[in-house]
């Protein structure tokens, strides 16, 4: 990417969650934007967003539209992601692709910038920049410290994600059906395939032959890519709670070198990204609640695991539209910015 001053970009998916996320953290964090344009499917046309205190309008997709952006951040699916995203670098723009469509295509990098931004001086054939799940981004802030200190052997994680991670459909359905039991009315579900108020679901995306969800396998093979350590081995269940925003994980993790939870409190407040905050004691510890709308990963509930010589629980909590999607994608930008010649 060639250096300026300020640069065009562009957001694809413009009206959803993420998309809207994406802008507003444009505009928070002064990203030397020129020009912003914005995209969305045929629906969205004639729609106008704010930005910088201009309302800008909705545009539809054409093999045109990527002429003169430098970088493109996309939140639209992975399908469109698999048309558009090589369209887009094809016509000289770096895409960031929130999708799962790139993460595991051994020719793009998937970077979370407190983890591992030097892989973004890769060759990179493609022009695309994978953004991780969600879930796993929040998760790898965290183990890198205690990676880089003690080596990891092994991590246990459960999830607790939020309907957003789902999308705005689903947020709307939690909102419906906890309005309809509290009226006493039949409720619907079409987002979910069981009730999702007043309710967890040990279920997100499809079920594979081995027993997992996709979800839980997206964390195994995106943590070894990121922290570019296949050695590590990891597990995950990944529930679905009935909590608008923010996702929440329990981690366990074993590591070659003894640490103490002092000493894992230590390294992870020194950490950029992170906030312990962890005084049980006084019933302070992360929550979906506390953390909406934040940047940082939250840990707190940092104690030994006395079931094995060398491990460690925390409990940790993130923004999913943040952290999890839009900040990521927004900080990468900014790294290739401050990388550019």
């Known amino acids: 990417m060639i250096k300026k001053k300020k640069y065009v970009v562009a957001v694809v998916g413009a009206t959803g969650a993420v998309g809207n996320e994406m802008i507003a953290t444009l505009e928070q964090r002064d990203f030397p934007v020129e020009k912003l344009r914005l995209f969305a499917s045929e629906r969205s046309e004639g729609k106008t967003l704010e930005f910088q205190g201009n309302q800008i309008p909705v545009e539809t997709l054409n093999e045109d539209s990527f002429k003169g952006i430098d970088i493109a951040l996309f939140s639209a699916g992975a399908e469109r992601s698999k048309i558009w995203a090589p369209i887009a670098a094809e016509s000289g723009c770096v895409v960031v692709d929130n ?51 003690a080596k990891i052997k092994r991590v246990v994680v459960t999830t607790f994600q939020s309907v957003s991670g789902t999308g705005k459909k689903a947020m709307d359905e939690l909102l419906q059906q906890t309005t309809d039991l509290l ?134 909590v993130a923004d999913n539209l943040r952290k999890g999607a839009a900040l990521n994608a927004v900080q990468i930008a900014e790294k290739l910015v401050e990388m550019a010649k």
């Open 99 to 149: 999708s799962s469509q790139w993460r595991m295509d051994p020719d793009v990098p998937l970077v979370v910038p407190e983890v591992n931004s030097h892989d973004l001086k890769w060759h990179n054939k493609k022009g695309i920049i994978a953004n991780p799940n969600c879930s796993t981004i929040q998760m790898v802030v965290v183990l890198k410290p205690i990676h880089d200190a």
């Open 183 to 316: 009226n006493f009315k039949e409720i619907k579900c079409n987002v979910y395939p069981h009730q999702i108020a007043f309710n967890v679901l040990p279920h997100i995306d499809k079920f594979l032959e081995n027993g997992y969800t996709k979800e839980e396998m997206k964390m195994v093979n995106e943590t070894k890519k990121i922290m570019g350590d296949d050695s590590i081995r990891l597990t995950a269940t990944t529930v679905r709670v009935p909590v608008f925003r923010c996702h929440s994980e329990s981690l366990n993790i074993e590591t070659e070198k003894k640490l103490t939870p002092n000493d894992v409190r230590a390294l992870l407040s020194k950490a950029p990204g992170i906030v312990v905050f962890d005084a049980p004691e006084k019933n302070v510890y992360p929550l979906a609640v506390g953390v909406a709308g934040k940047d940082e990963t939250y840990v707190g509930r940092i104690r030994e695991d006395e079931s094995i010589e060398n491990g460690i629980n925390m409990w940790i």
